[in-house]
C-alpha cells in the first residue's frame, strides 16, 4: 500500500488504490498535501480572526468619576484616666476645600479583554469584596488575584524577577521586602497619584517613597497592642487596663496567672517569622538593625538587650513560652488557653482570632503597647506594613492602575480593607469613622483602634535579602528559646552573619530608648 | 538535564547577584568559600546523619518486610502490600503537615500517648537533637513500601530451582535463605539502596515545610542550603558551587556503595 497517500474513502483504502489507474493514482490527495492544505486553512482563519478582533475593537471608555473632598483639620486628644473608658474628643476647625476632577471624554468600551494577575498574602475575603464590582464596573479588566503564604509570595517574586519573567502584573509588597524590589523591580507611579494625596497619611506615603519617587499605594499600617485575655486575668483579680502601665507591671502579674507547662501570661513568637516579632519589640524601643541603606550595625547593644529580655521572658521570669506565630502549635495554644497574651497589630490579631478562635469572642482585650518604663516615650512597634505596586513586567499598565487606584485608595475600598481586616485606617478620615465607631464584639465591645491613639511608631529601617535575614535572626531566636542558649551569643553570631550577609554600616546603631 | 547540570557548574565560577544582575568571573572563589563556611558543612553533616539514619532504618525495614510478604506462609500478602505501600502515593506536603501535628510537643498524638503513660514529653521537633531522627522516620513510613516492592520483584527473580535443588542436598530454610537468596538478591539491594541514598541527598520537602531547616539549623540539609544561598541571599553563583560540590559527594558515596557491595559478593 502506498503510504504517502491519503484515502478518503475509507478502511477500504489498499484494494481502492490497487484498483485505481495511475491517472487517477496520481490525482489522489497524498498525506503531505491534504495537512499542508489543513495548516494553511487554519492559519488562515486564525490570522482573519485576529484582524477581525482587531479592527472590530471600538476605542476606549475611560472613566474617572467626580470626587468631591473634604479636608477638614480635626485635633484629636484622648484622655485616659484610671478605671475609665478612654474618651475621642475631637476639636475641629473645618476648612472645607472642595475639589471637584473634571470628566474627561467619554469614548466607547473595548472588546479586547485585559488580565491582570495580583498577588497577595491571605487577603482573599478582601478581594473577594472588592474584585467583582471592580469587573462589573470595567469589563474588559479581568483580575485574577493569587493568594499565596508569605514566604512563598516572596521566593516566587525573587525567582520570577531573577528570571526576567513570570512576575504578576501587581502585587502586595510588605515594607520588610521594599528594600529588595524597590525601585528596581516596580513602577514609578508619582504623576499617576497627585490626584489622591490625600489617600494616606503623610508618613504613609513617605514609606512609599525612594528617591523622591513613589512607587506604591501604602494602604497597610502594622502598629502593634497586646491582645490578652480578659476572662483569666480577671478570674484573678487583675484588670490590666488599670493595672499595666509599663513592661515591668505585665511582668508581675503575668507571674499570677502562669502555670508552668499549662499557662503562660505570654507567647513569643520564634523561628524566622519571630524575627518581624523581635523587630517590632526593636522598633518600640526606637531600635535599629540596619541603617538607611540596609547595612547591619556592629555592636548593637540594644538589639542583644531585646533579645536576651525575651530570653528572661522565657527562662527568668518563666510567664513566657514561645511557639512560631499562626502555626497549627499556636492556635491549639490558644484554644486551649494555654497561651493568654500575644503582641500583634489589629489586621493580623483579633482579625485571625475571630477566623481561628471564634469560640473565644468576648473574652478577649487589646491593651495600648506597654512602655518600656514611666516617664519613657508612648512608643509602640510595628510588624511593618504593606503597599501595592505595579511590577515592571506588567504589559497593562494602563488597566493595571485603574486597579490600583479603585481598589487601594478610594475611602470605599480602603473602609472594606479596615472593616475585614481591622487595619487601622491609613488616613484621618477612616481612623476618625474607626474611632467614632461601634466597638469590637468580639474584644467585649472595646473600640480597638483607641488603642493606637497614643502610641507613635518610630522609623524602622529594612534591608534587601529579607528571607535570609529571617533565617539569621530566626536562628538567634530559636537558641535562647529552645535551647536556652547565652542571649548575648546568640546575638553575637547572629549580627556577624547580618554582616557578613549585607555589610557593615558605618554608623552606630541607635541607643534607643 | 546535562544543560542545568552545566548551567551549575557554570554558574558556579561566578559571583552572580540574582536580583541585581551583576555577574563577576571569580573561579574557584565560591569554592574555597564554602570550604571555610561552617552552615554549609553543617548542612552536609545534617544530610549524611539524615540519610544514613533513613537508607540503614529503611532497607532493613524493606528486607525484612519483603521477605515476609513474599513468603507462601504469609497471608492476604496482596492487602499487606497495598496497605505498606499506600504512604508512597501521598504527597510529601501532606505529609509533612500532618507529622507537624503529630509530632507536636504539646499537642501531639505521640506525645499525648506518652502523657497518658506517665512519660515525660519529648521535642521531637523542637529539640536539635532530635529534629533530625524525627524527619528520617517520617520518611522511613512513607518510602519502605516502595521498595520493599522492589525487593520483591527480585526475589521473585530468583529461580526456583535452586531452591528445590538446595533442599534435595538437606539445606535447611535459614541456609537457603544464606545462601541462596541473599547473594542473588544482593544487586537488587544494592539497586535500591543506591537509588534511595541518591534520593535522600536531595531531601527537602519534610525539613523546609515543618522546620525552615531549624531549630537553630539542626535540620539544614544541603538542599536548603543551596535553596536559601539561591532565593534568600541571592548568591546564585555559591548555591552552584554548593550544587557541584553536593554532586560530587552524591557521586562519592554511590561509588562507595557499588564498590562495597559489589566487592564482597
Known sequence: MPKNKLNLLGSVGHKKFEAMSSEEYKNAVSRRKFLTSIGGLAAAAAIGWGLAGYFASTPRMVEKTTTVVETKTITQTQTITAGTTPTVTATASPTVTVTTTPTPTITTTPTKKVTLTHWHPAHTDVHKVLDPAFMQKYPWIEVKAVDLAIGDLYDKLVASFAAGSGAPDLFACLWRWYPTFVPKFVIDITDEVKDIKDAFYPFLWKQATHDGKIYGLPLWYCPHALWYRNDVFEKEGIDLQKEVETWDDFIEVGKLVTIPDKQYAFVICRAAYGTNHFLSILNSRAGQLFDSNGKAYRNNELAAEVLEWEYDLIHKHKIASHEVYFSSGFWAGIKEGRFLSWTMHSGAGPYNLIKSAPEQSGLWRGLAWPLWGKGKPKYTGVWGGGMEVITVQCKNVEEALIFLKECFSTDEALWNWCQIKKFVAPNERLLKRQIEGPGLDYCGGQNIYRLFLEREAPPLNYAPKWSEVETIVGKALDEIAISARDPKEAWKDAEAALIKLLGESSESPPAGI | ?265
Do not use: C
Not at chain 2, 533513613?54 to 513474599?70: E, F
Not at chain 2, 497471608?75 to 503537615?97: D, E, G, Q, W, Y
Not at chain 2, 527537602?204 to 541571599?233: H, N, R, S, V
Not at chain 2, 550544587?243 to 566487592?263: E, H, P
Open chain 2, 1 to 265: 538535564m546535562l544543560g542545568a547540570v552545566g548551567i551549575a557548574l557554570v554558574m558556579s565560577f561566578f559571583r552572580w547577584e540574582g536580583l541585581t544582575g551583576t555577574t563577576e568571573f571569580i573561579g574557584l572563589e565560591n569554592y574555597a568559600h564554602l570550604l571555610s563556611e561552617m552552615r554549609f558543612w553543617v548542612s552536609v553533616k545534617n544530610t549524611i546523619i539524615y540519610l544514613t539514619v533513613y537508607n540503614v532504618l529503611m532497607i532493613l525495614l524493606a528486607i525484612g518486610l519483603a521477605l515476609l510478604l513474599n513468603s507462601p506462609l504469609t497471608k492476604f500478602r496482596s492487602f499487606f502490600r497495598s496497605i505498606i505501600f499506600l504512604p508512597v502515593t501521598f504527597s510529601f506536603v501532606a505529609i509533612a503537615l500532618t507529622f507537624s501535628i503529630i509530632y507536636h510537643v504539646d499537642y501531639g498524638i505521640i506525645n499525648l500517648i506518652l502523657k497518658s503513660l506517665n512519660l515525660p514529653k519529648v521535642g521531637w521537633l523542637i529539640d536539635p537533637n532530635l529534629a533530625l531522627y524525627s524527619l528520617s522516620f517520617i520518611r522511613v513510613w512513607r518510602n519502605t513500601g516502595y521498595y520493599m516492592i522492589i525487593l520483591i520483584a527480585g526475589l521473585q527473580s530468583i529461580p526456583e530451582e535452586l531452591y528445590e535443588a538446595a533442599k534435595v542436598d538437606g539445606a535447611d530454610a535459614l541456609r537457603r535463605t544464606l545462601y541462596i537468596t541473599f547473594p542473588l538478591w544482593r544487586g537488587m539491594i544494592l539497586v535500591a539502596l543506591v537509588m534511595s541514598t541518591i534520593w535522600s541527598f536531595q531531601v527537602f520537602a519534610e525539613p523546609w515545610i515543618m522546620l525552615k531547616g531549624g531549630p537553630a539549623d539542626a535540620t539544614l540539609t544541603t538542599a536548603i542550603y543551596i535553596y536559601q544561598q539561591a532565593f534568600g541571599a541571592w548568591n546564585f553563583g555559591l548555591a552552584g558551587a554548593a550544587a557541584v560540590i553536593n554532586a560530587m559527594i552524591v557521586s562519592v558515596v554511590s561509588a562507595l556503595q557499588f564498590k562495597f557491595l559489589r566487592g564482597s559478593a
